[in-house]
């Protein structure tokens, strides 16, 4: 099957908002976007389906050296997800893993301020959650957002992207209760590869998107907030094989 490549994450955010209206009940229904990439998606789907739209921060644990390929990721409230496999494979110490959490803390703590301030993350408690990104390749981060949020006792998980592999996409398979994936290549290489234009998305295109869709966000001069040093969480670590 040959597949069109998105032209931006706009143009993928509005795809997916026709496939979510077409199959799904909004009531008490709120958006959660995984920052920053899933955020313009989101942005489309929210704005479809007039639900309210805010932010899921989780932060992928890469490997030292190929920061680029995921050994896992973290989520707010202590949440970590390993892939087990790659981390047998490349021999990667607990130690290792550790001292990259801990680094990864530091960002996902500063944007979760960037993004809301001091307001706190949304209630979700019994609500319908549809969690988007841009697009899924190896899973972690998508998995350590469902752990996060499924914490929370939602009454229903809705994970939707435009693009996934196959592979990866089977693992969400009795994590979230429904799933929408728009393309699902056969022979995929990352997510950027579907996008003509696959940009980077800056914080301050998160804080606008999120103003834009109503939500109340920070104002904050995003140059002016810093990482702090805080102590170590012991997470909650959970395995998967990729």
Request: proline share 5%; net charge negative; aromatic share 4%.
């Amino acid at each position: 099957m040959t597949y069109h490549k998105f032209k931006n994450r706009s143009h993928a955010g509005k795809a997916l908002a026709a496939e979510l209206a077409e199959r799904v009940h909004l009531e008490n229904a709120i958006v959660l976007a995984l920052p920053r990439g899933g955020v313009p998606v989101a942005y489309e789907v929210a704005a479809r389906l007039q639900a309210p739209l805010d932010v899921v921060v989780v932060r992928k644990l890469g490997v030292p050296g190929h920061e680029e390929l995921a050994m896992g990721a973290i989520a707010s409230g202590g949440v970590r997800v390993i892939n087990e496999m790659l981390v047998w494979n490349g021999d990667i110490s607990q130690e290792t893993i550790d001292l990259v959490a801990e680094h990864e803390m530091h960002e996902l703590r500063r944007r979760e301020i960037a993004y809301r301030g001091h307001e706190g993350a949304p209630d979700i408690q019994g609500k319908m959650v549809l969690l988007v990104d841009d697009g899924i390749a190896t899973g972690s981060t998508m998995l350590a957002a469902l752990k996060a949020i499924r914490s929370q006792r939602p009454a229903r998980i809705i994970v939707a992207v435009p693009v996934a592999p196959p592979e990866t996409w089977a693992q969400m398979n009795g994590v979230a209760d429904e799933l929408v994936c728009l393309i699902m290549p056969e022979v995929f290489e990352s997510v950027g590869q579907w996008y003509e234009d696959f940009s980077q998305t800056c914080d301050e295109e998160v804080t606008r998107l999120l103003n834009a869709s109503g939500r109340r966000a920070s104002t904050r001069n995003l140059s002016s907030i810093t990482s702090t040093k805080h102590a170590s969480i012991s997470p909650v670590q959970e395995s998967f094989s990729a």
